[in-house]
């Protein structure tokens, strides 16, 4: 790759909920690409974004391919950072435990599970898009 | 300034493919480079040369096409979004057994990392979306 001495930091910020447009699951396509590239990947997940999170999902109702298993592979892509936004939880009557549990390995302590997941608040979040180099919305 | 545009959608039904198209024109009066312009989600709707507006009103994916043209912009859409959505070029519909493609002049299609190398190589990478 001929830009692999660049690194930047890609945040992806993730709004809308899964099922009712498609952007959580193209979000999800792009969030695969970049890390490919080796890059510094972090995801956001706020308003109703959160619910792109849910545990159980089920879509065989709605004819929709549930894509929600995907977000476990996130680990493996060496993607760490996960943001949940805490007011948005909290506005939706959600806490971390209905959220899936996201983990990475960490290879330097014997590949111990380390969670992905950050529970921030918002004006804390702003500061870490702040510090990003490129912030994508969906 | 070296800049990265991206789109994400549809002509008309949204703003954002017109506020870029403004914002492209003034970026080069102004002398700055755009590195490409990427479409995605619904904004791959933006590059169908099928597309057939009233007469008195803008035509987006022309306005496009003539920028591509008079100022050599890469306008690249994405392959995975366009194939769901109906938008090919001929090798893309040659290869996916369709009777014709409908992608504007000036328009390619590609994949995502071009989204990515624009997030790379650029200055700034720019969102017009919902």
């Known amino acids: ?16 909920s899964p099922y009712g447009t498609i952007y959580a699951l193209e979000s999800l396509e792009v969030v695969l690409i970049t890390a490919a590239f080796d890059q510094e990947v972090s995801l956001t997940f706020t308003d109703d974004g959160v619910y ?12 929709m391919k549930n894509f929600s298993s995907t977000y476990a592979a996130l680990g493996d892509y ?18 971390l435990s209905d959220l899936q549990e996201l983990v990475w390995e ?30 994508m919305s969906f | 300034m070296k800049l990265g545009i991206l789109i994400n959608e549809g002509p008309y039904q949204h703003q954002a493919s017109d506020t870029a198209l403004q914002y492209v024109k003034a970026a080069i009066e102004k002398g700055h480079e755009i590195y490409r312009v990427f479409f995605y989600n619904d904004g791959v709707n933006n590059a169908t ?27 690249v859409v994405c392959v995975a979004a366009a194939q769901r959505r109906g938008i090919l070029d001929k090798g893309e519909a040659e290869r996916n057994g369709k009777d ?6 000036g328009f390619r299609i590609s994949g995502l990392g071009q989204l ?5 190589q650029s200055d700034r990478l720019i969102t017009f979306g919902d």
Do not use: C
Request: hydrophobic fraction near 35%; charge should be negative.
């Open chain 1, 52 to 63: 792109q999170l849910m545990k159980d999902q089920k879509t065989d109702g709605i004819g």
């Open chain 2, 49 to 75: 040369r099928l597309a057939t507006p009233p007469q008195d009103d803008r035509n987006i994916t022309k306005e496009w096409s003539a920028l591509a043209k008079n100022h050599g912009i890469d306008l």
């Open chain 1, 1 to 16: 790759m001929s830009e692999d001495a660049i690194i930047k930091k890609f945040m992806y910020v993730n709004r809308k």
């Open chain 1, 78 to 95: 060496e993607i760490k950072k996960i943001f949940i936004d805490k007011e948005s939880l909290e506005e939706r009557g959600l806490v």
């Open chain 2, 100 to 105: 014709s493609d409908n992608i504007e002049e």
């Open chain 2, 116 to 120: 990515v190398e624009a997030g790379i």
């Open chain 1, 106 to 135: 960490d290879e330097d302590e014997d590949y111990a599970e380390k969670s992905s997941i950050n529970l921030v608040s918002r004006a804390d979040l702003s500061k870490i898009m702040n510090e990003q180099d490129i912030v």
